[in-house]
Structure formats: structure tokens, C-alpha cells
């Protein structure tokens, strides 16, 4: 039994995989941090998922099959690469991780990033269990070698955190196979250098290598029709037929065991051929895919009648009932009880969790919260009531500066950000530039507790450690802002847990003019415990982060 993505590891792996790199964000992060368990592959946290992209192309280029995981929004991060990364193809495969989030358990948003891959002109595959999520990821780099392109694969999160049975290995030891390509960049500018002159050339490559897809997709092993009774004879039609795709099809299957099932793998490009052809042995035709109409929307142009999202919601994950209502038919004969009831339970900060002052105080003095992701996001609900907005990573210091520019003068004086460590170095610091740079007037606040809490305590560029190793740098907060040119009397450290110095730092800071700087500093308590743990310490401090993190306290005193 493996998750979805502990199974896209094991997939990535013995696909010979040379590099894997991504960001963290539910429900992606586990594929790679079961990957970094194996010593073969370099992996890597990347600073966000432009860069992690960056790098994974950068690799292919160079001969190394590389695998990059991100989370759906991650995608809106990379997407400028992405579009591109289309045109300059592949040397090695290349495979992107999508992530999605259908019902927003751990999301901002909900979004169906099957839209990227088509505006993007990028393969998708799409599993619907573990060994598909395995199987389907060895599948992809061959697609990425074979057609010369990026592809995708999409995980949703109950694909990627429910765990299924995998195939046993063959011999009984899980084989890694041998990379198809010997490593060593080959110059090639027409391909790999995208000024216009050598893009519009390659835009028309795209094109071609789309139609060599489309007309090889009927075939591709990771679609199949699936007929449980028989397929009628000649002439006959059932009276009713599925095409799905992901997790929605364990759903059909669960719901309708006998419906016959068109299941697509590749979802990028669609099959006309393939569809056509189950159309036209089916009286009434069903598309079941969660969130948006992408595979309904392309029968209908192609003047293929179908039923999708009239029958089924748009908005959500599904489950087998609603599945099961939608085709028409009762509930699930199989169904699984919940073994216990649980009571809901509000999320909310840790009990002394390091943030918890700053948001008492902030809300205190009045002040409008410009603010951002991460743990200290639960800062807007009870009892601290302290976020007036958040909007995606990184925004909580740009959207201040755009507050503080229209807003009348008695709110410009009470405007703070607030953005968590990690947050700050994936895309917080461009956002500090920009206010130092157009002469802004705000109040910036760093949460650092030491590690990126939200998704499962990896570490960042300000945590002293990498992926697996703790010999990496901690950037000095003090000496960035000195860089930028904010004046040291705008730069604040100070300690999380000394309540008093934190309030004397926001008065002190509120009242001066340009761009200010306070970095709060508090490890965070589970990240403590587990520091603890790993190093054996029984409650005594050594490791390396600890005293990193202690160094910086202290300093701020
Ligand atoms: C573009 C994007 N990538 C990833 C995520 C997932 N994510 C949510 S919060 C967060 C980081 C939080 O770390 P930090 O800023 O250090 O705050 P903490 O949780 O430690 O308080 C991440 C990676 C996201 N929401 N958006």
C-alpha cells in the first residue's frame, strides 16, 4: 500500500529520475520528501516554483530526467517558465507535478489546472489510483523523451494522500532503471534560446508535436475502454456510457460496476478518435470529471452530445453518491462506514505558538493587516481577529504598498504586513525591494519561526538548512535590509517571546516614515519538539538549527 504520491516517487525513482525539485504545498509535498529518501537523486526544496521549474529544466537540458512538484497555485508561480518551457522541449524527460485541491482542504482557491496544460501545449497524464500514479509517471518521462516536450501530471488530493495497492516488484526488490540519455548539454540556440527569431520557429514545432499526439493518443496506453458486460454487437448500442478520467473514475467504478467506461490517462490531448468511437456505441453519454467541463466542453465542439456538468457539480470534490446520483442510479452498493464519529474541531494558532504576540498587539494598536499564507494566516480567526486580507504568497508586503497609496492619511499610519519566513524568501523579497525601491511608506513584519510550518516544517532559505542537510545558510535579515538601503534605524529584531519588546518595536517602528523592517523571532514549538527528538537531546539544546535560531534571538536582544 502506498499514497498517490509516495507512489509518484517510487515511479520517479525507477524511472531512473536524476533530479527532483519543487515547493512544498498540500497535497504535493510528500512525493519529494519520499524521493529525498533515496541517495541516487539530488533533491532539492526550491526557493518557489518558477525556480524549481527553472532548475528541472535546466537539468533536462543537461541529461537528467527531472521531476518537479508543486501544488496547483504553484503552478500560477511557474507558469512563465512553463509556456515557454514548451517551446525549448526536452533533453532528458521532464515531468511537472500538478497537485490540485478540488474542495480547497488546504487551498486558497480552487482551480483546475487541466487548463494549463492545455494553454501551456503540454501533455497531461491523470492517474486514478496508486499504481497508476506510479506507472503513469514512468509513462510520462517516456512521453516527455519521445515527443520532445514538458508533461504533466495531475494529482488531486485524494489521489495523492488515499494509499492503494502497488504491483509487488518483480523479484521482489524495487529496480531502478537506467537513464536513456548519457548526461552533457548539447549547444542548440535554434532550440534552447527563445528570442522571437527561433521562437516563431519553434511555436510551429509545438504545433506539429500536438498533432503528432493527437493522432498517436487513441493508442497511448494510459487510456482504455473498459466494457464489464461485453461490448454490444455490431450496430447495438448500450444505454448508457462514461468517460472519466482521476479519481472520479474509482467513483464510476464504485457507483456503476457494469457501466461501460471510456478512462482517459492522457487528458491532454484528447482523442477524437477514441471518443468518437465510444460515442457512437452509447445511447446516452456521460462526462464525469470533477471541477471544471475541459473533456465535456471538447466533445461538445466537436458536436459530440454528452451530459456533464448539468448532472454534476463544478464546484468541489465528488464522492461515489454523488457520482451515483448523477448517472441516474441509487446510492453505492459498496459504501464504507466511518469507524468513528469525530468532532469538528476549528483550526487555530498552536497554544503558544510564536506568532500569537504580535497579532494580540497588532490588533490592539488598530492596525490594518495586510496579510499572507502560512500558519500565522489562522491569525484572522479567533481569538486574535488580526488579518484584514490575504491573497496569494508574497502579496501581504505589495498589497500594504497599494493600500498606503490611496488609502487617507489616518489608515497610511496603520497599515502592517505580516509574512511568514518561508513566504518572505519565495516571493516576499521582490515585494520589499519594490517598497524600497518607489520610496513606500510601511511596516513590514517577518514571522520567522524557524521553519516553513504550515506544510510540514521543510526547511528555507532563512532556516540554516536544505533538503536533508543542515550545512546551508541562514540569511541575515539585517544585513538584506542593509543591502536594499533601509536605514538601520527602520530594522527591527526582536524576540517573540518577549511580549513587552515586540510592543515597544511596533510603537517605535509605527511612527517613523519609509520602509521598516521587524523580524519576529520565535522557533516554532513543534518544529522545537522534533529538533529534540531527531537529535536525542532529552530536552537539552544542540542542534545546529537551535543554536542558529538561539544566535538570532539572542542578537535581537
Ligand atoms: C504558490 C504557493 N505555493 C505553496 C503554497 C503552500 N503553502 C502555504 S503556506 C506555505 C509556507 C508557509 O511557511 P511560512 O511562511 O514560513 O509560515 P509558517 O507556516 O511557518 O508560519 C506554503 C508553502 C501556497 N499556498 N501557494
Not at 492517474?127 to 508533461?151: C, G, I, N, W
Not at 531502478?176 to 528570442?195: C, E, H, L, N, W
Not at 457501466?259 to 468518437?276: E, F, R, T, W, Y
Request: charged share 20%; with cysteine; aromatic share 6%.
Amino acid at each position: 500500500m502506498l499514497s498517490g504520491n509516495e507512489a509518484v516517487a517510487l515511479g520517479a525513482w525507477e524511472a531512473a529520475v536524476a533530479v527532483g525539485c519543487g515547493y512544498p504545498g498540500t497535497p504535493s509535498t510528500e512525493i519529494l520528501e519520499a524521493l529525498a529518501t533515496q541517495p541516487e537523486v539530488y533533491t532539492e526544496w526550491s526557493v518557489n516554483e518558477k525556480v524549481a521549474l527553472e532548475v528541472g529544466v535546466g537539468a533536462s537540458l543537461a541529461g537528467g530526467r527531472a521531476l518537479v512538484t508543486m501544488k496547483h497555485v504553484g503552478v500560477n508561480v511557474a507558469a512563465d517558465p512553463l509556456f515557454t518551457a514548451s517551446y525549448l522541449g526536452v533533453r532528458a524527460g521532464l515531468v511537472i507535478i500538478t497537485a490540485d485541491d478540488p474542495d480547497m482542504h488546504s487551498s486558497q482557491n480552487e482551480q483546475d489546472n487541466r487548463h494549463y496544460a492545455i494553454a501551456a501545449k503540454v501533455p497531461m497524464l491523470e492517474p486514478s489510483d496508486s499504481q497508476e500514479a506510479r506507472e503513469f509517471t514512468k509513462l510520462a518521462f517516456e512521453l516527455s523523451e519521445t515527443y520532445d516536450t514538458p508533461v504533466f501530471l495531475r494529482m488531486t488530493t485524494r489521489l495523492s494522500h488515499s494509499k492503494s495497492l502497488i504491483e509487488a516488484f518483480p523479484g521482489g526488490e524495487p529496480v531502478r532503471g537506467t537513464a536513456p540519455i548519457a548526461p552533457g548539454f548539447v549547444s542548440d540556440p535554434g532550440k534552447y534560446v527563445m528570442i522571437p527569431g527561433n521562437a516563431r520557429r519553434r511555436r510551429v514545432a509545438v504545433e506539429e508535436r500536438m498533432n503528432r499526439l493527437i493522432a498517436d493518443a487513441a493508442a497511448h496506453p494510459s487510456n482504455r475502454v473498459e466494457w464489464p458486460t461485453g461490448e454490444p454487437d455490431d450496430g447495438a448500442k448500450a444505454p448508457l456510457g462514461v468517460i472519466t478520467s482521476g479519481i472520479p473514475y474509482t467513483y464510476v467504478r464504485e457507483a456503476a460496476p457494469d457501466v461501460p467506461v471510456l478512462k482517459i490517462g492522457l487528458v491532454n490531448p484528447l482523442s477524437p478518435q477514441l471518443i468518437a468511437d465510444f460515442a457512437a456505441k452509447v445511447e446516452t453519454l456521460y462526462v464525469v470529471e470533477e471541477l471544471d467541463p475541459v473533456i465535456e466542453n471538447q466533445l461538445k465542439a466537436w458536436g459530440i452530445d454528452c451530459i456533464g456538468k448539468d448532472a454534476f457539480p463544478a464546484i468541489g470534490e465528488f464522492t461515489p453518491a454523488i457520482v451515483a446520483a448523477g448517472l441516474g442510479l441509487g446510492e453505492p452498493s459498496v459504501g464504507i462506514e466511518p469507524a468513528l464519529s469525530v468532532p469538528p474541531r476549528r483550526p487555530g494558532l498552536c497554544q503558544g505558538c510564536p506568532h500569537d504576540h504580535v497579532f494580540l498587539e497588532l490588533r490592539r494598536k488598530g492596525m490594518l493587516i495586510s496579510g499572507d499564507i502560512g500558519c500565522y494566516s489562522l491569525g484572522v480567526l479567533p481569538p486574535y481577529n488580526a488579518m484584514d486580507t490575504l491573497l496569494d504568497m508574497g502579496a501581504s508586503i505589495t498589497m500594504a504598498q497599494g493600500m498606503d497609496i490611496v488609502a487617507p492619511a489616518e489608515q497610511r499610519g496603520k497599515i502592517a504586513a505580516v509574512i511568514g519566513d518561508s513566504t518572505f524568501a519565495h516571493s516576499g523579497i521582490t515585494g520589499l525591494l519594490n517598497a524600497v525601491w518607489n520610496r513606500r511608506d510601511g511596516l513590514y513584519i517577518v514571522l520567522d519561526n524557524g521553519t516553513t510550518a504550515m506544510t510540514g516544517m521543510q526547511p528555507n532559505p532563512m532556516s540554516g538548512e536544505r533538503m536533508g542537510r543542515e550545512d546551508s545558510v541562514s540569511v541575515d535579515y539585517e544585513l538584506l535590509a542593509k543591502a536594499f538601503g533601509i536605514p538601520e534605524k527602520n530594522v527591527g529584531m526582536v524576540d517573540a517571546y518577549d511580549t513587552a519588546g515586540i510592543s515597544a518595536a511596533i510603537d517605535t517602528l509605527a511612527e517613523r516614515s519609509g520602509v521598516r523592517l521587524l523580524v519576529v523571532l520565535g522557533l516554532c514549538l513543534i518544529e522545537g519538539q522534533k529538533l529534540k527528538r531527531i537529535n536525542k537531546l532529552d530536552g537539552k539544546l544542540a542542534s545546529r538549527k537551535e543554536l542558529i535560531f538561539l544566535n538570532k534571538v539572542e542578537g535581537a536582544k
